[in-house]
């Protein structure tokens, strides 16, 4: 089994900046042969995705969240990234990661959320 921890989520104001962080607790190997992503959820909403970072490096962003956001691995720290950028009230919810099944991996991994607030 594989634990997630997000952390870098807070309060900040509309056109702010915030970087979150999630730290994978697996093998190196199984780390880099992971494909990762970053959701959200905002109150009475269903959780989305906002991006997504593949082992190869493929990145994908949610129209909402494009030039804006920036999502980033580090396979030798074994944690991904979300720079978040020009942020808006629309952005607040609670950020997740999640390690996605794949062919190394037959079970999805979520971490525990941490909450973005943009606000004034």
């Known amino acids: 089994q594989v634990q997630l921890v997000e952390s870098g989520g807070g309060l900040v104001q509309p056109g702010g900046s915030l970087r979150l962080s999630c730290a994978a607790s697996?093998?190196?190997?199984?780390?880099?042969?992971?494909?990762m992503g970053w959701y959200r959820q905002a109150p009475g909403n269903q959780r989305e995705l906002v991006a997504s970072?593949?082992?190869?490096?493929?990145?994908y962003y949610a129209d909402s969240v494009k030039d804006r956001f920036t999502i980033s691995r580090d396979n030798g720290k074994r944690t991904v990234s979300l720079q978040m950028n020009r942020l808006k009230p629309e952005d607040t919810a609670v950020y997740y990661c999640?390690?996605?099944?794949?062919?190394?991996?037959?079970?999805?991994?979520w971490g525990q959320g941490t909450q973005v607030t943009v606000s004034s």
């Open positions: 697996v093998s190196s190997f199984d780390f880099r042969v992971s494909d």
């Open positions: 970072i593949s082992r190869g490096g493929t990145t």
């Open positions: 999640k390690r996605e099944r794949g062919p190394f991996h037959s079970t999805e991994s």
